[in-house]
């Protein structure tokens, strides 16, 4: 059926204009004042109310074995709650660990995705060795749609990779013109970190984040960017946490080496006080890199008004507190993550836009734009325009509601952003011309989303 969203102010980062947009199939077709409807079309009234182009998020975690456990959600959960807070496409990790055959994983990855997601999705490729077959496996991949990478400097001996399989990834990525994206930590120095604190009986949630200190990751993102200098390859840095990591990606950016940085939703919201609770409560903040001192949200906000910080993902990642309590006796086994795929687009406006740190523009384009941009998905997603895909948020400002475990759709027993305010959500959510979300409530179709095919833009 045609879909017909009248009266709304659609915002893109280019423009900001109260028009209608009609729909067909799954495309939009029109955008314009006063359209016409044809009969049997459907009306959607959005007078009063912004029109975002749908949400996507960068990085996100669904299907995880990972320190002796899963995460919590399926694609049937994280995708729903997704949705159900503006994010119309996710970005997967594909992460088989250093044992795993690369192109297996991938296959297992995409077979826990197909016909359960109700939002559209893609993968990183993790490349978590270098090996004989690597090169081929990798090419297959590519072929495949999946054109962008991913690579650890931190969890030595899992998803770790050396410097060596570093520089092969890299040299390789360049020459498929391929974006990598990297977990920038120094894997010896946490490592050791992690050894002295325990000897010294420090076993708690509050040493993680002296485990893994600033320096620690500022040598990694500094590492990171100097293999991209010397392959000419382009980066992306993930969940970058604290000031001293983004002065060495700025540093690189000026020398004119390609690497662009994404921040998460916890670095921007939640300090390592919240680590420092006793016990469970602060298990359930653990995660790498660790929340940091306060200060550094300042200039991770500035940053990303003025883009030097291109994207906010979320970096989700559920596990229960029951699975948190394995590392009750040391805290180098608490499984890291903190969810956030629901609360990602309301906390964002509400800290970003509604407390003055953010354009409307810059807000657009760092959770939904620029990710678009960077990983093949251009105009296609990421924007409102004809010959776009009929993927729109209708956010409603006047929202007021409190982010909380009592209402979240992510399938785990806390929230990290519990009593935090939003202000404004969105009231519809519309996938490909499908309306898959209602004030609050999934009313669309589950498994209708569908595996993004990308090409690599990054030559
Ligand atoms: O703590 C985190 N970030 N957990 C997920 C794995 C990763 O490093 O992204
Ligand atoms: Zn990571
Ligand atoms: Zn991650």
Redesign the pocket.
């Known amino acids: 059926m045609a879909l017909l969203i009248r009266g709304g102010e659609i915002v893109t980062v280019d423009s900001r204009v109260r028009a209608d947009i009609y729909v067909e199939n799954e495309t939009i077709t029109r955008i314009g004042k006063n359209l016409d409807a044809p009969p049997n079309t459907e009306i959607i009234d959005a007078a009063g109310k912004l029109v975002f182009p749908g949400f996507i998020d960068p ?1 996100v ?1 669904i299907y ?1 074995p ?1 320190m002796a456990t899963f ?1 919590k959600d399926t694609h049937e959960t994280g995708s729903i709650a997704a949705l159900i807070g503006g994010t119309t496409t996710y970005i997967e ?1 594909c ?1 088989p660990n250093r044992n795993d055959d690369a192109l297996a994983g991938y296959e297992l990855w995409k077979s826990k995705a197909a016909g359960k997601s109700a939002c559209d999705y893609a993968f990183h490729m993790s490349v978590t060795k270098f090996v004989k077959e690597t090169e081929s496996q990798l090419r297959q991949i590519v072929a495949d749609g999946t054109a962008s990478f991913k690579i ?1 400097l ?2 030595k001996n899992f ?1 770790g990779v050396d410097d060596g399989e570093m520089y092969q990834t890299l040299e390789l990525a360049k020459r498929l013109g391929v974006i990598t994206t990297a ?1 920038c930590e120094n894997a010896e120095l946490v490592a050791r970190l992690q050894q002295k604190l325990l000897a010294e009986g420090k076993i708690g949630p509050e040493w993680h984040e002296p485990s893994r200190p600033e320096s620690v990751e500022a040598e990694g993102t500094g590492r990171f960017a100097t293999f991209l200098e010397n392959t000419g390859a382009t980066g992306y840095v ?2 970058l946490s604290c000031e001293k990591a983004l002065r060495a990606a700025m540093d690189a950016k000026s020398r004119g080496v390609k690497v662009h940085v994404e921040s ?1 939703l916890p670095h921007f919201l939640l300090d390592k006080s919240y680590a420092e609770r006793p016990g469970v409560e602060g298990m359930k903040h ?4 660790p929340l940091r001192a306060k200060q550094n949200q300042d200039a991770l906000w500035k940053a990303l008004a003025g883009g030097s910080i291109d994207t906010v993902g979320t ?1 989700h ?1 559920p596990f229960d507190t029951e699975q948190k309590l394995l590392g009750k006796d040391s805290f180098v086994n608490i ?4 969810p956030g795929i629901e609360d990602r687009v309301n906390l964002l406006y509400t800290h970003g836009v509604k407390r003055g740190r953010l354009e409307l523009d810059r807000f657009v384009d760092a959770a939904s734009t620029r990710a678009a941009k960077l990983f093949g998905l251009f105009p296609r997603k990421g924007t409102i325009a004809v010959g776009s895909d009929a993927d729109l948020v209708i956010f409603d400002t006047n929202y007021r509601g409190v982010v909380s475990v009592k209402s979240q759709h992510v399938n785990n027993n806390y929230n990290g952003f519990e009593g935090m305010e939003i202000e404004g959500r969105p009231s519809v959510v519309i996938v490909r011309g499908k309306v898959q979300v209602r004030d609050g409530n999934f009313v669309g179709e589950r498994g209708r989303g569908k595996l993004l095919k990308r090409e690599p833009t990054h030559f």
């Open positions: 990085h975690h995880l990972f995460a990790m992460c650890f931190a969890y998803f977990h993930v969940h998460v653990v995660m790498s890199p970096d990642c499984p890291n993550g903190i």
